[in-house]
């Protein structure tokens, strides 16, 4: 009788072509998605002379430098017009579908490949951006490579990889209302830090996890690489199946039908081991903000900041006194007491419909009392926001709605946070610079944002949503 296995180890099993005896595996990849960041690696295959091994199975998406505002016809910085030309070029060249700025699926990577149904379970998926992690969501293993690796899966396929170590984070339980899948991964990243899955695979688990929307948990495996993870999953169920029929590139009738019974099978067998198990209780979970430089500097909103002169490690409360004067705030602060200068709601973390929707719900005749700037994750999505109405409340209550891309979340594309300003955030790292130079970012959820806009400091959301449609 065979042992009881994870669904990390059947995925593995199921892709695994070549074992090597230092350990490394050669495995098949099923889905690839490249970006304008992915030029050096087309770089090298010019250099090689040789083409792309599989170009119906490499996707590309303009994301991370397009602009979110101006003419996205005639780009007005020359460096990022041309790093969107060369992804242009380079899918062109080697026969590789591209969602460019002139497809109206275009958006953020980690979007559109649910979106469109090109993310599928079971599926092993790589991309050159560490938040590849997103994809778990829908019960495939996915996640970041590098810019070497990205040439070596074009020109093969395939990726040498060594076999991770395996956790689970079980959160059973009913969570509360206003509570989402940002307010339990950063509980979760807060519990274990940012070192707890360090290189790992991270399954997530448990009745709350369950009651998640699939928007939900890609925002739970897309900030597991903040836990340190190379991947966060979560077993496909009907909830997956359900977002999924119907998506463009997802399997059609009676072939849906057969791939939902095989996917049903994709789960972790009773009995089988993980290296560490944690669990969590989601009726403890509140509305958590971070209020350092690392995403594991997250309480929840009716907390204090922490105060070094209380801390018994000298390197730890070193730690607290750097982050505190980075992010300029006095010690043992109330996090409520918190103005900001800003907002952003956007990036692959936070930029679906639902997120949008949680949003809306609390800007709904409200007035910002700070600027700030919302980005949907895709142009179908922006679509769907303005259909519904969306688009009119974030620009009544004096946000501006901006087109798609990764935008303000590393602003390489030129959405930036001033030097000193301080911005509340739907995105995933708070590093420090990460928004810009000298930037202050407080990660949260998409309503939390809402709730900091309508007050200009960082605020608990829940009161606000009293007789309101969430």
Request: overall charge negative; glycine content about 12%; some cysteine.
């Amino acid at each position: 009788m065979s042992q009881p296995r994870t669904l990390v180890d059947k995925l593995w099993a199921a892709h695994e072509i070549v074992r090597r005896e230092d350990g490394e595996s050669l495995l098949w990849v099923d889905r690839h998605y490249v970006h304008e960041g992915s030029f050096h690696a087309f770089g090298k295959l010019a250099e090689r002379g040789v083409p792309v091994a599989e170009p119906g199975l490499t996707f590309g998406v303009a994301d991370h430098y397009v602009p979110t505002r101006g003419s996205r016809t005639d780009i007005a910085n020359p460096e990022i017009a041309r790093m969107v030309r060369q992804v242009e070029e380079n899918t062109a060249k080697h026969n590789v579908k591209l969602f460019g700025l002139g497809d109206p699926r275009q958006g953020i990577v980690h979007v559109v490949g649910p979106e469109q149904g090109l993310t599928l379970p079971g599926l092993l998926i790589v991309c050159g951006d560490s938040h590849t992690s997103t994809h778990g969501a829908l019960g495939a293993y996915a996640f970041g490579i590098g810019a070497s690796e990205v040439a070596h899966v074009l020109m093969t396929q395939t990726i040498w990889q060594k076999k991770p170590k395996l956790m689970r984070v079980t959160v059973d339980g009913e969570a509360a209302p206003g509570i989402s899948g940002k307010d339990i991964v950063l509980a979760i990243i807060a519990h274990i830090g940012t070192d707890g899955a360090t290189g790992g695979a991270l399954e997530f688990a448990g009745s709350a996890i369950r009651a998640l929307s699939i928007e939900g948990r890609l925002t739970l495996c897309n900030m597991s690489i903040e836990a340190g993870a190379r991947c966060g999953i979560v077993a496909p169920d009907e909830t997956t199946f359900a977002y999924l029929k119907g998506r463009p590139y997802a399997p059609k009738g009676t072939d849906f039908d057969k791939a939902a019974e095989e996917w049903s099978a994709m789960t972790t067998d009773a009995g089988a081991r993980f290296d560490k198990d944690v669990t969590l209780d989601a009726k403890a979970i509140a509305p958590i903000v971070t209020w350092g430089t690392s995403p594991e500097d997250a309480l929840p909103i009716d907390a204090s900041v922490p105060d070094p002169a209380r801390e018994a490690d000298e390197a730890r409360a070193k730690y607290l006194r750097g982050a505190l004067e980075y992010m300029g705030i006095s010690p043992g602060k109330k996090l409520t007491d918190i103005a900001v200068d800003r907002v952003f709601i956007g990036s692959c973390t936070n930029s679906r419909i639902e997120d949008l929707r949680a949003a809306a719900a609390v800007l709904s005749g409200r007035t910002s009392k700070v600027p700030g700037l919302v980005s949907a994750g895709s142009t179908l999505i922006k679509q769907q926001a303005e259909q519904e109405g969306l688009d009119r409340i974030f620009r009544d209550a004096g946000l501006e709605w901006g087109e798609s891309g990764c935008s303000m979340c590393v602003g390489i594309n030129g959405d930036l946070v001033a030097p000193g300003e301080r911005c509340a955030s739907t995105t995933n790292r708070n590093f420090r610079g990460r928004q810009g130079p000298g930037a202050r970012t407080h990660l949260m959820s998409p309503a939390m944002v809402a709730a900091a806009a309508v007050t200009g400091h960082l605020a608990d959301v829940r009161p606000m949503l009293t007789g309101r449609k969430v």
